[in-house]
């Protein structure tokens, strides 16, 4: 029977909370790049799959439709979204689960056949010896497919670098640490390739063309943003929310057809 299970040991979480409803704002566009990486993974009949930083689940259960005869996990360190995967599991396939664990916990019983991370590691600084590992515990044929965001250089991080770093701000927001973001593609590729793996990694770059009032900052409160709100109490919260929207307007100004976002991200796909 599908259920969600809480593991043991330390979920994470804290302050620093995930919205599910505020991450699903934007939904198709950021289901697309899970889509697309998961459409480069050659496995015909996994018995085994992991979804490593699954969120509130619903593109985990895309996986069961991909791989009907697989035990689909999803495993992620936010309570708020292990708790909106009860959503998903309701009359779900049989071969999926969810369980309440930080993915530095996560060690499989039995090599795995598929292991997916999409948009997760960019917020782990020791991301790349943890694709390794996650590498190793691959089955024989076995694939690891990641998607990271790449946009420490674009406008809206550097903005918010600044903003943080202002006379304003600086005392209150000097400690925040934002996503660390994602290396260039070749970097991942050399590292599972010393690992045993074969290896594509590509990136993209989308142009979301985003509608109504403010949508790159609604874009980012949904992840990149987090740190810095969950660090503010509410009128420093609102205060902060108006200046960097400000900036972000002059950056990111809104035309005819809607705001265009430009959206780095970077994709790997290891075949043992």
Known sequence: ?????????????????????????????????????????????????????????????????????????????????????????????PGLRFALMDSHDWVPDSPVDVIVSNALLQWLPDHESLMVRWAGHLAEDGWLAA????????????????????????????????????ADPARYLDLLARA???????????????????????????TGLRPVLAALDGPERAEFEAEYATLLRAAYPSREHGTVLPFRRVFLVAHR
Not at 151 to 168: C, E, P, T, V, W
Not at 197 to 206: H, L, N, Q
Request: aromatic share 8%; glycine share 12%; hydrophobic share 35%.
């Open 1 to 93: 029977m599908a259920s969600v299970q809480e593991a043991c040991g330390p979920a994470g979480g804290g302050v620093n909370r995930w919205d599910p409803g505020q991450y699903r704002k934007f939904g198709e566009e950021r289901a697309r790049p899970f889509y697309e990486l998961i459409t480069r993974i050659g496995a015909t009949a996994p018995r085994s799959v992991v979804d490593i930083g699954c969120g509130p689940g619903e593109l985990t259960a895309t996986l069961c439709d991909r791989w009907p005869e697989a035990e689909v996990l999803g495993i992620d360190n936010s309570p708020e979204m292990i708790k909106e995967t009860e959503r998903v599991l309701a009359g779900g396939p």
């Open 147 to 182: 998607q990271l965001p790449a946009n420490h250089d674009q406008a809206s991080y550097r903005l918010l670098r600044d903003l943080i770093g202002s006379g304003r701000w600086r005392s209150r927001l000097g400690g925040v640490q934002l996503a660390y973001q994602s």
């Open 196 to 222: 045993g793996c074969a290896v594509d990694a590509w990136e993209t770059t989308y142009l979301h063309v985003l509608a109504g009032d403010d949508p790159v900052l609604r874009w980012i409160k949904g």
